[in-house]
């Protein structure tokens, strides 16, 4: 078969992923270029006023992009998300209040090892699930019966290896809801107010690992949050702006760029748009490939960002990879749980990128169909 020959790499990967152009061309300059006090950005003390700087700047663009209530606060801490799942039972139970019940969604991978933490620190309540018997979903967001001493509802917005996302927030009433929104974050507007508190670790659509981006209503601070070690205390570490400890200075400054970026292309709902023009192309040459190509997930709940697909014929998965990265289309193996195919399509892959996909799994079916 003809592979192209244009000499571009398209990156598929799930996360760390494709940072956009423009920010990586700016990176160096602003990160490692020494000013006139001999010292670049990543070398400075983090209580020094460069650093400082750097913050609010992270801050007041994503403030901005999200429009985030002034009842909220902002925090890029050091870790991960799944530094998250404990953090968040951490500070969010509250035995002596009668708060010790942590409501959780099943809704695939991510949200089963988010609970998995959690039990290490709260009574888990498995508060919906997806009904095994149709094709997959997240679990439908009305009628979840929360426990009594509910301290929060944690959802996980889009899974990243499942490839499905929630059409729509359920209602959790007063119980504040709690929202990983690693894989979906910046992908769309999100009006933070409908949640408690909503994190992201930065390696998708923020900038570099390292980094996680917690925004927590002020209120919540309030719970007593004992078990939780000073770094993961997000009431200590709003009171220090997020220098408890020393924060990730370069992730910080990169995800500044990257918030600096989106807001240039036109916003969250330029975002949005591109977004779901990339995932409608793709999910359209799935849809129509006479079952060459499947889809798993029902199409009211499919992921925009992380696109899972199959192929009918899964002994030829692997001949699919290889001639696909051959084509320059690389990272399109699914996750070892769940095999076939997935194409994450985050903020920084343009259509050319996906049209380049399709352009190619056209002409794999038309050899091998
Ligand atoms: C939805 C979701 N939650 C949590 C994680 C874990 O994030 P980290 O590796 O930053 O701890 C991931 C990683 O891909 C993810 O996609």
């Known amino acids: 078969m003809t592979l192209s020959s244009s000499g571009t790499v398209w990156n598929f990967a799930a996360g760390p992923s494709r940072l956009p152009d423009a920010v990586l061309a700016r990176a160096g300059d602003v990160l490692f270029r020494r000013g006139a006090d001999g010292a670049a950005v990543i070398e400075r003390p983090f209580t020094g006023n460069a650093v400082r700087a750097v913050l609010e700047s992270a801050r007041e663009r994503l403030t901005q992009l999200l429009d985030i209530p002034a009842n909220y606060h902002v925090l890029f801490l050091a870790g991960g998300a799944m530094h998250q799942f404990s953090a968040v039972p951490m500070n969010l139970i509250d035995p002596a209040s009668g ?13 089963r090892r988010a609970m998995r933490e959690a039990a290490r620190f709260a009574e888990v309540s498995v508060v919906a699930r997806h009904d095994g018997s149709q094709a997959l979903a997240a679990p439908a967001e009305d009628n979840w019966r929360l426990p009594q001493g509910c301290a929060y509802c944690h959802i996980t917005a889009n899974e990243t290896v499942d490839g499905l996302a929630y059409p729509a927030w359920p209602n959790t009433g007063d119980v504040p809801l709690v929202a990983d929104t690693t894989s979906s974050f ?184």
């Not at 708060?99 to 949200?111: C, H, K, N």
């Open 99 to 111: 708060l010790r019940t942590a409501a959780y969604a099943d809704s695939g991978y991510w949200s």
């Open 186 to 369: 910046l992908s769309a507007p999100l009006d933070i107010a409908r949640f408690g508190l909503v994190y992201a670790s930065a390696q998708k659509n923020i900038g570099p690992s390292g980094m996680t981006v917690v925004i927590v209503r002020e209120d919540l601070l309030r719970r007593p949050a004992q078990s939780a070690p000073s770094p993961l205390c997000y009431r200590l570490q709003a009171e220090q702006d997020g220098c408890l400890n020393t924060p990730p200075v370069m992730a910080i400054h990169l995800a500044a760029l990257v918030f600096q970026w989106i807001a240039e292309s036109g916003g969250l709902s330029a975002m949005a748009e591109a977004n779901r023009r990339k995932a409608e192309l793709l999910y359209r040459a799935i849809d129509g490939s006479d079952g060459f190509y499947t889809a798993p997930v029902i199409a009211a709940h499919r992921s925009i960002t992380n696109v899972r697909f199959h192929l009918a014929d899964v002994s030829l998965t692997e001949r699919f990879l290889s001639d696909a990265e051959k084509a320059g289309l690389i990272h399109l193996r699914g996750h070892r749980h769940v095999g076939g195919l997935r194409a994450s399509l985050y903020n920084a892959m343009p259509l050319a990128g996906v049209t380049a996909l399709v352009n190619f799994m056209a002409e794999f079916k038309r050899c091998k169909g």
